[in-house]
């Protein structure tokens, strides 16, 4: 895989990511991520806020995974000794022999070396292995879609999505076809990968948006209807002051009046 497909294979996960993050931190509202560069910044930062907090449940030292992070994307460990880099596909002899694409690394704390992290289709959670617990994968079976030739495995999940999502709004002579493709992807990420068709499908349909919480009114129309159309109408009239005792009420002032 070239530069350039590596770039657009981490751009497309990372826009799924942060739209899906979007959807459940904001249920039922339109994005802004295309249009507002303020509102992104924010919803990004409210993500890694999110994340630290994830890696603290975990006992995992956050500031050592973000540095991490940014090395891996300069540059991969020992770029010209390393046994595997960035976009490599891999077998894991140690998890069931399923293969996946090598997506980032890390160093251990220990003289265990560099342990590198491999998404697998299918699986939630990315797996990580050491060097020696890794081996080639074959490759991936070149697969026709509407997208064009697919023939690689991330590659093959962001087309799988894309024509997925297109089902529910394609036309009938197209339906068939659009179905067709999403099929032999599978069967060929099931093949390749080892994982069943079933969860493959399961972890990469579309997913529906979550319901808004049923007790926060629709709109604001909804939320008017919840108080009296004449607001006056509930509140009690001011007593009259007893002219038999003395009241603390002050005397209405005048205001100036003009000479005569």
Request: proline share 12%; charged share 20%.
């Amino acid at each position: 895989m070239t530069d350039h497909d590596l770039n657009a294979t981490q751009l497309a996960r990372a826009t799924q990511i942060i739209r899906t993050y979007e959807q459940r931190a904001f249920p039922g509202g339109g994005s802004l991520l295309d249009r507002d560069p303020l509102y992104t910044r924010a919803l990004l930062s409210a993500l890694i806020n999110d994340l630290e907090h994830y890696a603290i449940d975990h006992d995992l030292d956050f500031a050592e995974v973000i540095a991490s992070g940014r090395v891996t994307t300069s540059q991969n460990p020992g770029q010209d000794t390393a046994p595997y880099k960035v976009s490599d596909e891999v077998r894991l002899p140690l998890h069931g022999n399923r293969c996946g694409t090598i997506v980032g690394w890390t160093t251990s704390r220990t003289d265990a070396g560099t342990i590198y992290l491999v998404e697998v289709p299918g699986i939630p959670n990315i797996l990580a292995a050491l060097a020696d617990h890794l081996a080639p994968a074959p490759p991936f079976p070149p697969t026709k879609t509407p997208l064009g030739t697919i023939s690689h495995a991330d590659q093959a999940e962001r087309a799988y999505i894309s024509l997925a999502a297109r089902l529910t709004t394609a036309t009938a002579p197209d339906h068939a076809a659009v179905k067709r493709s999403c099929d032999n992807l599978i069967e060929a990420l099931s093949s390749w990968s080892g994982v069943p068709a079933h969860q493959l499908r399961n972890e990469l349909d579309p997913k529906p948006p979550p319901p808004a919480p049923a007790s926060r009114p629709r709109d604001a129309a909804a939320a008017a209807n919840d108080f009296p159309h004449d607001i006056t109408q509930g509140i009690p009239p001011a007593p009259r002051p007893n002219h038999g005792h003395p009241t603390n009420q002050s005397r209405p002032r005048q205001g100036p009046t003009q000479a005569t």
